[in-house]
Structures are given as structure tokens and as C-alpha cells.
């Protein structure tokens, strides 16, 4: 009787070790109330989106005293909507498109190069620059319409997301596409970004690491891509579905032809 005694505590054992080192893998943010003081201070940054090429802008230009000095610095473009049951013309304002140089083609000032300026950044340039053509000071608003962010892999929901206030961190995108589920990899999540310049970009975040919050890769930029790997288990257990269905579908052409050999010898 010992040895089977020793022989079951043995295996409790192991599968009780084997539970808690997987659960060492399962939350994030591990050991965060150690952080300081100190710590958090490193993250005291606002974060503010920067114009990268190809990005889509609607800039708009107003005045408090006299909005119609503003007018000629807002292009409109018509769209039809259904009114009563006719067609009508409801101006929208002008989208701008961010060339390859992080250029844009505004009104009376022509050609100026907002590419890798922040949001208030670039307003306070267009301010700058509006003053010579007003008799006051403007306010200009600038705003991010292709603020978009896409997750898949190992998540619930693998999707691209509209961001509408231009802001989003890594956990925030992954509670957007419904959290990892079990078999993501949270120790090596991977962001694929394109630079300024073109050039492409690989970073890999631990989620479960408490200093991820101080990362500058923790806000993402828009048109980031959000990978999450699939764990060993994960894989393994494709790897044995697909080699159960290779068994499955072989023994049944065997039986068949055991079967079909059997008639043919009676």
C-alpha cells in the first residue's frame, strides 16, 4: 500500500506545482502595489497623438468677434441627405489628407508640413501662421479621423477599432477586442508599427509585468497592430486535434477496407 501512497502524493504534487506555475502566467500587472511614489512620477506625461502620413484631419478655423474672416480658411464639401423625402446639399467640412512628406494643402496658406507634430502642436503652428490674415486671434482645432487600432490573435473579439478620442493604451485595446483569452501569451505581446519614415517596427510588451505603465510603448499610435502568440498548450493541443482527425479519418478508410475485403472473401 506505501508505494501506491507515494505514488498518488507524488502526482497531487505535481499537478499542484504544475496549477500554480501556470497561474504565474495568468494576471497582469504582478506585484504592483510594490510601486512607489517615485515610480509613478515616470509617468507623469500627457499623452497627445502625433500626425503620421496618410492620416486623415479635419481642421477648422474660427474667430469670437467676426466668424466671417474665418470663412475663407474652412472648406465645405457638399453631401446629399434625405429631407422629406428630396435630396439636399448639408456641407461637411474639407478632410485632409497627409502626404508621404506629412504635408497638407490648406486654404491661403498652401502647402505646410504637419507631419510628425502632436495635435497641439500642429494647432498652435496653424495658429501662428493665421495670424497674419486675421485681425484676431484664431482658434484651431485639429482632429485625428483615422484613429484606428487592430487586435487579433489569441482574443475574444480579433478586430480593428475606431478610437474616438485619439488616446488608447495596450490594455485598453484588449479590452476592446473582450481580454486574452486563456491561451494568449501575456509575457510577449507583440505591436507591429509603421514609423514616420516607413520603416516597420516590432515591440513586444510583458502585460504581466507591473512597469509596463511606465513603457513609452504603452499608448498606441494609430494604425498600430495588436498580435497576442498563442501559448505551448494552445499549440499542442492543435497539433493533437489535427493528428486525432489524421487517426479518425485513417481508421475509418481501413475499417471500410477491411469491410469491403471481408464481402469479397465470402
Not at 94 to 109: I, R
Not at 156 to 161: G, H, K, V
Not at 176 to 195: F, Q
Amino acid at each position: 500500500m506505501k508505494p501506491k501512497r507515494h505514488f498518488f502524493l507524488l502526482l497531487l504534487t505535481v499537478v499542484l506545482f504544475s496549477a500554480c506555475t501556470s497561474y504565474k502566467n495568468v494576471p497582469y500587472l504582478q506585484k504592483s502595489e510594490t510601486l512607489t511614489a517615485e515610480d509613478y512620477a515616470k509617468s507623469a506625461v500627457l499623452y497627445d497623438a502625433r500626425i503620421m502620413p496618410k492620416d486623415l484631419l479635419t481642421i477648422t478655423v474660427s474667430t469670437i468677434t467676426n466668424p466671417e474672416d474665418a470663412y475663407p480658411f474652412n472648406l465645405t464639401v457638399p453631401s446629399p441627405i434625405a429631407s422629406n423625402g428630396y435630396l439636399t446639399s448639408q456641407p461637411t467640412m474639407q478632410t485632409y489628407v497627409v502626404d508621404n512628406e506629412g504635408k497638407v494643402n490648406f486654404p491661403v496658406l498652401g502647402l505646410v508640413k504637419l507631419g510628425g507634430l502632436t495635435k497641439t502642436s500642429a494647432q498652435d503652428f496653424l495658429r501662428n501662421k493665421l495670424r497674419e490674415y486675421l485681425k484676431e486671434d484664431p482658434i484651431v482645432t485639429v482632429r485625428l479621423v483615422n484613429y484606428k487600432i487592430s487586435v487579433l490573435g489569441e482574443v475574444a473579439r480579433p478586430n480593428t477599432y475606431t478610437v474616438v478620442n485619439e488616446k488608447i493604451n495596450i490594455l485598453e485595446a484588449l479590452a476592446l477586442a473582450g481580454d486574452l483569452t486563456i491561451y494568449g501569451m501575456r509575457e510577449n505581446v507583440k505591436i507591429i508599427r509603421e514609423m514616420e519614415d516607413g520603416r516597420k517596427q516590432y515591440i513586444a510588451l510583458d502585460l504581466t509585468d507591473k512597469n509596463i505603465i511606465f513603457s513609452p510603448y504603452f499608448y498606441l499610435q494609430q494604425n498600430d497592430v495588436v498580435y497576442v502568440q498563442p501559448n505551448k498548450a494552445k499549440a499542442q493541443g492543435s497539433d493533437i486535434g489535427s493528428m486525432t482527425s489524421i487517426l479518425i479519418s485513417t481508421t475509418s478508410i481501413l475499417i471500410s477496407l477491411a469491410s469491403l475485403m471481408v464481402n469479397v472473401l465470402k
